[in-house]
Each structure stands twice: as structure tokens, then as C-alpha cells.
């Protein structure tokens, strides 16, 4: 092998662990946006589960305060 033939490799090598951090970063964005969306969507669960047993409990007290 002449040095000509180790520089093409030694580009192609660093090409191609230029390539690799690059996609590692776009990995972890998305990942990032996707944990923001994880988040928001426990958020507005709880939320509902919240309003439901709240909007249950309510009509329990009031059936049990009618029956008084």
C-alpha cells in the first residue's frame, strides 16, 4: 500500500465517523422530543384519571347525601 492509499482510507474512515457522531446527534434530538411528548402525555393521563375519579366521587356524595 502506498500513502495515497492509507490518506483515501484514513478520509473514508473519517468520513464515516463523522457521519456516525452525526447521526448519534440527531438520535438523541429526537429522543429529546420524544421523552417532551412521554411527558405531556403521562401529564394529560393522570389529568384524566384525576377527573374521572373526582367527577365519580362527586356523584357518589351526592346520591349518598340524597338518600339522607
Not at 457522531?21 to 384519571?49: H, Q, V
Amino acid at each position: 500500500m502506498t500513502s495515497e492509499e492509507e490518506e483515501v482510507k484514513q478520509t473514508k474512515t473519517e468520513r464515516f465517523a463523522q457521519w456516525l457522531m452525526d447521526r448519534a446527534e440527531k438520535k438523541e434530538e429526537k429522543e429529546t422530543s420524544l421523552e417532551g411528548l412521554m411527558k405531556f402525555n403521562i401529564f394529560l393521563s393522570i389529568g384524566t384519571l384525576v377527573a374521572v375519579a373526582g367527577s365519580t366521587a362527586a356523584n357518589y356524595i351526592m346520591i349518598a347525601y340524597t338518600w339522607l
